[in-house]
């Protein structure tokens, strides 16, 4: 062993590890991640529009939903023969039960400038839970990846059902259901 050979070498050797554990341990603590904006307010009731009413959800964990549009995508929504402008959100509230009382959590989307995600309508994505505390952010990861994120699974489904006459514009909400 090198300390047997080199009391010299072993005794500074010794002296780095102490003071590198002494450093380490008088650092600051890591910072946490910078947490992430929602893209919604919190007060969301007072100026977005329910557009759907509470209803079980298919996805999002077989939950129950309601459906809320910010100002800027309420007549690209009702009318669903344009497609939605920059600055439009689409969320949706989650809860456990079915009079929609037990709020569970949230998704959104919001239509960000062209380029965005051009081969997705260059909406972004959030998911949230009950306290708003955002926990998934972005688009769908270029190319593919394999496994899909939980982002790329939210595109996908909204992909099959985003497109007339089942969908509208990257919403699953179906032309003909208002």
């Keep these: ?4 050979q080199n009391p010299a070498r072993a005794t500074l050797l010794f002296g780095c590890a102490v003071v590198l554990s ?3 341990a008088c650092s600051p603590a890591p910072t946490p991640p910078a947490s992430i904006e929602p893209l919604w307010p919190a007060d969301y009731a007072a100026s977005y529009t329910q557009v759907r009413p509470c209803r079980r959800s298919i996805d999002h964990d077989l939950g129950y939903v309601t459906i809320h549009a910010n100002p800027s995508s309420n007549e690209a929504y ?3 023969d344009a497609p939605f402008p920059v600055g439009s959100t689409i969320l949706k ?3 456990d039960d079915e009079e929609c009382t037990t709020l569970r959590g949230f998704t959104v989307m919001l239509r960000e400038p062209a380029g965005y995600d ?3 309508g260059d909406w972004h ?4 839970d009950a306290a708003r505390t955002v ?3 972005g688009k769908r990861s270029m190319p593919p990846a394999n496994p899909p994120t939980a982002i790329d699974r939210c595109a996908r489904c909204h ?3 985003g497109k007339a006459p089942d969908g509208f514009d990257g919403t699953c909400s179906a032309v003909n259901a208002m």
């Design 1 to 4: 062993m090198a300390s047997d």
């Design 125 to 128: 994505w959030q998911k949230a």
């Design 93 to 95: 509230v989650e809860y």
């Design 135 to 137: 926990f998934l952010d």
């Design 118 to 120: 051009p081969g997705f």
């Design 22 to 24: 002494i450093g380490t």
């Design 78 to 80: 009702a009318k669903r």
């Design 159 to 161: 992909d099959d059902c």
